[in-house]
């Protein structure tokens, strides 16, 4: 199963984009975020007709998460973060895809802070830590793939000062990040490219993708079964140069549902039912 996690940053205006890349990629399950659209104006349509399925909660103007799945149905769990029961942000999805739980995420970005939208982001994040506890303590397949906001460390940023005091990079926000991937959740991307650069955004202000000036933003964390079925990971960061592009590039992991790793058998993937 090859899983990828896409802020399309607009999905109508960018379906052409999205869906090339759903062509070449054919990722088996896709969570998109920002997808900028109420929900009746989701391309339903245009999705199937590439060859997926789809669950989404959308947003007018802004937010709006969805989990795309190649061939099958996604089964929904859960439309919304839990512990927020005033909050009406579209940026939390559940759906089951082949017995995986799929989370989609898109955690608030928190600019300017300090201010309500940089303690909105901290209040989302633990709402966030205190769920996939709950989900980690299941030793259910578990995938939290999306949009963090995060740069986890100054690893994740090309060399530069002026990010200094932005939101997605301040300690207390870091701090959460570890946090969560301490309950036992294993990053992908780092798993797989332990070293060096692995940016996932690049701010269309002052040339970001051409001078590589990158953030890695976007992160599939895998719970301890799926961790030992890893099998790869990257970023398509050709896409992030077309035309019209989103400002973020896919990023992806691959598991098996046969063997691990380390060379040891797996049993398969549990059924849907067993959700």
């Known amino acids: 199963m090859k899983i990828a996690t896409f802020n399309i940053n607009g999905i109508n205006r960018r379906l052409p984009n999205l869906l090339a890349w759903l062509q070449a990629a054919k990722p088996d399950v896709a969570c998109l975020q920002e997808l900028k659209a109420a929900h009746a104006d989701f391309p339903r349509d245009a ?4 060859g997926y399925e789809a669950v989404w ?3 007018r103007s802004w937010n709006g998460v969805a989990i795309l799945a190649r061939g099958r149905e996604p089964v929904p769990t859960r439309r919304s973060l839990p512990g927020g029961p005033h909050d009406d942000q579209a940026r939390y999805l559940e759906a089951a895809v082949d017995g995986v739980l799929i989370a989609c995420l898109y955690l608030p970005n928190g600019n300017p802070q300090p201010g309500p939208k940089f303690d909105y982001k901290l209040a989302w994040f633990e709402r966030l830590i205190i769920h996939a506890a709950e989900l980690h ?4 397949p578990v995938v939290l793939a999306g949009d963090y906001n995060v740069v986890p460390t100054d690893a994740d940023i090309y ?6 005091r932005n939101a997605l990079l301040q300690p207390v926000v870091r701090e959460a990040f570890a946090r969560l991937l301490a309950q036992g959740w294993t990053d992908a991307l780092r798993t797989i490219h332990p070293a060096g650069p692995l940016p996932s955004f690049w701010d269309y202000m002052r040339d970001g993708f051409s001078r590589d000036a990158g953030l890695r933003l976007d992160h599939i964390l895998l719970s301890p079964d799926l961790a030992g079925r890893l099998t790869d990971a990257g970023v398509d960061r050709s896409v992030r140069g077309e035309q019209n592009a989103s400002d973020h590039a896919p990023a992806w992991a691959s598991v098996s549902n046969k063997r691990a790793r380390n060379g040891r058998p797996l049993a398969p993937f549990p059924d849907h ?3």
Do not use: C
């Open 47 to 50: 999705i199937r007709e590439a």
């Open 137 to 140: 303590a299941t030793g259910l």
């Open 57 to 59: 909660q959308g947003e």
């Open 159 to 164: 060399p530069s000062k002026s990010w200094g």
């Open 273 to 275: 039912d067993q959700h």
